[in-house]
């Protein structure tokens, strides 16, 4: 079992940037395929990205791709996402999560574990 826990959100003008972490607790940690969601306002929680259990392969949505970056750093127990560039439709509150089982790597039905979020406000 992993507990998650996010911080590093804020608020911050368009064109800014914001570095959230995922804290994670468990010596597991580095077995698991990590993710971040966020959800707004009304809107279903979205897939933002993912990193497998080393690292080596990242995922992005198409809406975040070449402005946020996601890392990992196992000897910290630690996951990362440097989010540049930001945009007012960025704001929601972002979770990070542990995948449990592949169904689909951009489902929240694939991942277990979650953290309970934090808030990003991105102002015009």
């Known amino acids: 079992q992993v507990q998650l826990v996010e911080s590093g959100g804020g608020l911050v003008q368009a064109g800014g940037s914001l570095r959230l972490s995922c804290a994670a607790s468990?010596?597991?940690?580095?077995?698991?395929?990590m993710g971040w969601f966020r959800q707004a306002p009304g809107k279903e929680r979205e897939f933002v990205a993912a990193i497998s259990w080393n690292g080596g392969t990242t995922y992005y949505s198409e809406s975040v791709k070449g402005r946020f970056t996601i890392s990992r750093d196992n000897a910290k127990n630690t996951m990362y996402l440097q989010m540049n560039s930001l945009k007012p439709e960025d704001t929601a509150v972002y979770y990070c999560?542990?995948?449990?089982?592949?169904?689909?790597?951009?489902?929240?039905?694939?991942?277990?574990?979650w953290g309970q979020g934090t808030q990003v406000t991105v102002s015009s």
């Open positions: 999560a542990a995948m449990v089982q592949l169904v689909n790597t951009f489902s929240p039905e694939s991942y277990g574990y």
């Open positions: 468990g010596r597991t940690f580095s077995s698991y395929t």
